[in-house]
């Protein structure tokens, strides 16, 4: 069974840098994208990274040149270094895997969750 654990929340500064980190583990021979989310106060769930399997990123543009997602397939870990962080980055992070393969054992398309880490800059 698949399992998500995020670390690396806390409190910054606007300006400063957080870097978060996603273990997973129950990942067998199967494929994921990894991808994070976060979720602020009172708003929807939004992605904020994801990575597929061959490395290959996508940003949204409101954290494009600020955060950079890094994934190591030999540990199955993904990081997120978030940059010039601003009030707004304000959230819980959420690191999620999605079977991007078919095959014995593979659901693609199911998706798990973290249970999340928490992050909150000040101004």
């Known amino acids: 069974q698949v399992q998500l654990v995020e670390s690396g929340g806390g409190s910054v500064q606007a300006g400063g840098s957080l870097r978060l980190s996603c273990a997973a583990s129950g990942f067998g021979s199967c494929t994921y994208t990894m991808s994070w989310y976060r979720q602020a106060p009172g708003k929807e769930r939004e992605v904020v990274s994801s990575?597929?399997?061959?490395?290959?990123?996508r940003y949204p543009d409101s954290v494009k040149g600020r955060f950079a997602a890094s994934r190591d397939n030999a540990k199955n870990t993904l990081s997120l270094q978030m940059n010039n962080l601003r009030p707004e980055n304000t959230a819980m992070y959420y690191c999620?895997?999605?079977?991007?393969?078919?095959?014995?054992?593979?659901?693609?398309?199911?998706?798990?969750w973290g249970k999340g880490t928490l992050m909150t800059i000040s101004s």
């Open positions: 990575t597929e399997g061959t490395g290959r990123t």
């Open positions: 999620k895997a999605t079977t991007s393969t078919r095959g014995p054992g593979c659901h693609y398309g199911m998706k798990r």
